[in-house]
């Protein structure tokens, strides 16, 4: 029998499209970012503190680094370090100068301090993504092409398993990842999640120490926890808006979710339906995660 939860309320934050939500142990503070609304947010989870930071471009996913204050963001056409202290833009690694119209959707961080990014076409979402293995000292692997919109990723406790969404597909695919040689492929591809409802798209996801993937779904009012073994929903959250975007651990347990979400896909008459569009929420539950990975950090 699924579990059911309720998501709260934990921020007004009216973004746009809320994305990627990452929390820092060390300093207590939950990261976002807002896609079209082009800023960078950061939450004191005990002083219950919001900030918020304009970005000159298209900002798809936030990381943390080994240092403290320290972000790596990606961006459209490149990946740049951001200090929240001094709020310093600076320019790490150009992606994708070649194609104008992509920009870095969802990111994340792999046990060896890699980043993993995906980028998608920013104005007609074609097939024009790809997905990125990149290393600290900059050394960078091409994995997929022809995406559409880049987006959940998540590994297996002991790394033999990725974890990957393209929205458009509507699934969740596993790939065996072969490191031969020094390089990185993606081999054994194989759906181990398939969505049912034609108006939901999978989003952001998050793995808890159990290995079940929790799972936003765009358009669906919700996150599932998912059983990658056996394509199972086991527990969902409900949420008041269609458009959940992300989630991720926070807390000392580890076993609550801050949940992102977005304003933008909906006319004037659905914000008024669901006006707490583009907040953030949170969700205690019986499952627990685990820190998150730090760039550059194994």
């Known amino acids: 029998m699924k579990t059911i939860y309720h998501a709260e309320l934990m921020l007004e934050s009216n973004c746009r499209l809320g994305e990627g939500p990452v929390w ?5 503070l ?23 930071s304009a970005i000159s471009k298209r900002v798809g996913m936030v990381a943390l680094t080994t240092t403290p204050y320290k972000l790596l963001l990606g961006l459209q056409g490149s990946l740049c370090w951001y200090d929240i ?5 600076e320019l790490w690694k ?41 290393s ?18 998540a590994w297996n406790a002991d790394g033999r398993y990725f974890f990957f969404i393209d929205s458009l597909k509507r699934n969740i695919r596993r790939f065996e990842i072969d490191e031969t040689g020094g390089q ?11 969505s049912k409802h034609h108006d939901e798209l999978p989003d952001g996801m998050c793995v808890d120490i159990d290995g079940n993937l929790w799972v936003a779904f765009w358009g669906g ?3 599932a926890c998912i059983n ?3 394509g199972e929903e086991v527990a969902e959250i409900k949420l008041p808006v269609p458009n959940v975007t992300s989630c991720n651990w926070i807390g000392p347990g580890f076993d609550e979710l801050v949940i992102t979400t977005a304003r933008e896909g909906l006319d004037e008459q659905e914000i008024l339906s669901y006006p707490q569009s583009g907040h953030i929420f949170r969700c205690k539950v019986s499952a627990k995660g685990k820190d998150v990975q730090r760039f550059g950090s194994e």
């Not at 890699?114 to 990125?132: A, C, D, H, I, P």
């Not at 990185?184 to 181990?192: F, G, P, S």
């Open 24 to 28: 820092c142990s060390l300093t207590n």
């Open 30 to 52: 939950i990261y976002w970012v807002d896609i079209e609304g082009r800023t960078i947010n950061w939450y004191d989870l005990q002083t219950e503190v919001h900030h918020c």
């Open 85 to 89: 202290k001094t709020n310093n833009l």
């Open 94 to 134: 150009p992606l994708e100068t070649n194609l104008s119209l992509n920009r870095c959707n969802d990111g994340q961080v792999d046990s060896k301090g890699r980043l993993w990014v995906g980028t998608m076409q920013v104005e007609n979402q074609k097939s024009e993504g790809n997905l990125y293995c990149i």
């Open 136 to 153: 600290s000292t900059g050394a960078q692997w091409h994995l997929l092409t022809k995406l559409g919109i880049s987006n959940g990723m």
């Open 184 to 194: 990185i492929q993606l081999l054994r591809e194989k759906v181990v999640y398939q």
């Open 221 to 223: 009012f919700r996150i």
């Open 228 to 230: 990658p073994n056996t």
